[in-house]
């Protein structure tokens, strides 16, 4: 698996490009702004981008999918439970951050626990993982033992600095959903360095006691 981060925006949001290494057909992972900006980025490392997800409905995640579509025909896949949130999501990041995305489009398909979404050789599973916000979820790729979990989880922190956040749902998700995840399994989070299954559950306070 190859993973490239395209660290972008106010909050340093990571969208990322992910392949298998073999095909140049890539995941297109919460496109945090200038749509265009990354697919030409992907175009010019040798990947072609086939399928855009968001791990949730939040403006920095889903910045750039519209321009990424206006570029090429991409579907746009998000959580069962984040469709409904998306536009007041972008009304709400322009009036508390200032924060002017373009609006995203109709999702082509919602996205439940349990579902799979291919890419080249690559297969993610997708986990329910709510609580940062509403109907998030993470996409767990067991054979390359990784998981891209958007605001969920960071390296050495929890991600429940947004407005809204339930910290219990978010602490069951975490539970659940990822520290059930092999300890040798790498973390891809929307902010910040990846980091691991394990390092998390032995170093992060959030997670202590
Ligand atoms: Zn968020």
Request: with cysteine.
């Amino acid at each position: 698996m190859n993973v490239i981060a395209l660290t972008r925006g106010p909050w340093r949001t990571n969208a990322y490009l992910v392949s298998d290494g073999a095909a140049p057909d890539a995941l297109l992972l919460d496109p945090v702004e200038e749509g265009e900006e990354l697919v030409a980025e992907a175009e010019r490392r040798g990947l072609r981008p086939v399928l855009i997800v968001a791990t949730h409905s939040h403006a920095d995640h889903v910045g750039g999918v519209a321009g990424a579509q206006a570029r090429l025909d991409l579907p746009f896949l998000i959580g069962a439970g984040a469709r409904d949130s998306l536009r007041a999501e972008r009304e709400r990041a322009l009036r508390e951050s200032g924060l002017r995305i373009p609006e995203p489009p109709e999702p082509d398909r919602l996205l439940r626990e349990g579902d799979i979404v291919a890419v080249g050789a690559l297969r993610f599973a997708v986990l329910d993982t709510p609580g940062h916000w509403r109907g998030d979820i993470s996409l767990h790729e067991p054979t390359a033992r990784a998981v891209f979990c958007g605001d969920t989880l960071g390296r050495g922190f929890i991600n429940n600095v947004n407005k809204g956040c339930d910290v219990p749902l978010l602490l069951q998700s975490i539970g659940t959903r990822l520290l059930t995840l092999p300890d040798s399994t790498t973390v891809y989070p929307g902010h910040g360095p990846p980091t691991t299954i394990g390092h998390e559950r032995r170093h992060n306070p959030a997670l202590r006691g």
